[in-house]
């Protein structure tokens, strides 16, 4: 991409140092120099190591657990304002904490709007992020917050599959307006799983709503933890005599034992981006680039252009 000598500068947290250098790639720009000095104890100070004044400057940092990845973006935020960048951008391929975006039960924490907060205070003047778990955590802030869809990743990838009888599912109500907008992109039938859990990452019960008999099924979600809801879900759908159960998920956080989980479910495979480093890797995980939507993104925001059609799936 052109850019000219007032362009933006580009820095990373350094969770998402991997992908930062793809998105600098993409953008045009060298990526900024940050280094970090670590205490014995592990408290650590990340130090800007050119002049960002009067600039505009993004900062690339998923904030999946534990707390340092949060952590380490909220210092490169204030050390920003303290060197007195014009403009500063949190960059948050993966938004951390935002499943506790209300009150499910007595005395616990929103710790979304925490987390909203805290960036704020730190001194971030806008948010780019991709498939919120719930669209309304925009809502907790006072700043821009452009909140971007995979799907324009995605569904290039489906259609280049001419799978047959395709059909999009929802692995649970939550979900389902999610599948319901890919389904109208792809013209497909959609079903929806009804299920209860015991308690957090625990399903006692699932239910599917709809016929997948002889289907190409496509399950959607944002995020995929601990494999059980996606699993469960896949072997559900092929037990109802589904043709094929692949899943579509933005996050691959994969935490416990859900590689194995993946590895011995019907799941033809699992398409995810890159938005968090994957542990380890596997024959059913396929792992699209999420660098250039947020370059492109990025780039508009700078030079003042549209960026509405990458809201739009």
Not at 39 to 63: L, N
Not at 104 to 130: Q, S
Not at 229 to 239: F, R, S, Y
Not at 273 to 288: A, D, F, G, H, Y
Request: hydrophobic share 40%; with cysteine; glycine share 6%.
């Amino acid at each position: 991409m052109p850019h000219g000598p007032a362009e933006a500068k580009i820095f990373t947290c350094s969770q998402s140092q991997y992908l930062a250098e793809e998105i600098a790639e993409a953008y045009g720009v060298k990526l900024g120099n940050v280094i970090t000095s670590t205490y014995s104890d592990g408290e650590f100070q990340p130090s800007y190591e050119e002049s960002i004044r009067g600039t505009r400057i993004f900062i690339i940092g998923s904030t999946h657990p534990g707390p340092k990845n949060l952590m380490e973006m909220l210092l490169m935020i204030d050390a920003a304002k303290r060197a007195s960048a014009r403009h500063i951008t949190a960059v948050m391929p993966y938004f951390g904490w935002a499943r506790q975006d209300r009150k499910d039960k007595p005395r616990v924490p929103i710790a979304a709007k925490l987390v909203a907060k805290m960036l704020e205070a730190a001194g971030a003047t806008r948010i780019i992020t991709m498939d919120l778990h719930a669209d309304q955590i925009q809502g907790f802030f006072e700043k821009p917050v452009d909140h971007l869809f995979a799907s324009t990743i995605f569904l290039p990838y489906l259609k280049s599959l001419n799978l047959d009888n395709l059909t999009i599912a929802s692995p649970d109500m939550g979900g389902s307006k999610r599948a319901y907008t890919y389904s109208k992109a792809l013209k497909s039938d959609v079903v929806i799983c009804y299920k209860q859990r015991a308690k957090a990452n625990v399903i006692s019960h699932m239910e599917l709503i709809g016929d997948v008999t002889g289907k190409n099924v496509v399950l959607v979600d944002d995020m995929v933890d601990t494999a059980g809801t996606l699993t469960k879900a896949a072997d559900l759908m092929m037990e109802r005599g589904a043709k094929s159960v692949r899943a579509i998920c933005t996050h691959p956080i994969l935490s416990g034992n859900a590689y194995e989980k993946l590895e011995n479910s019907a799941l033809e495979e699992l398409i995810v981006t890159n938005s968090i480093p994957l542990k380890k890797e596997s024959k059913k995980l396929r792992v699209l680039s999420c660098a250039n939507l947020f370059a492109e993104v990025m780039y508009n925001v700078h030079h003042n252009q549209s960026i509405s059609s990458k809201f739009i799936i």
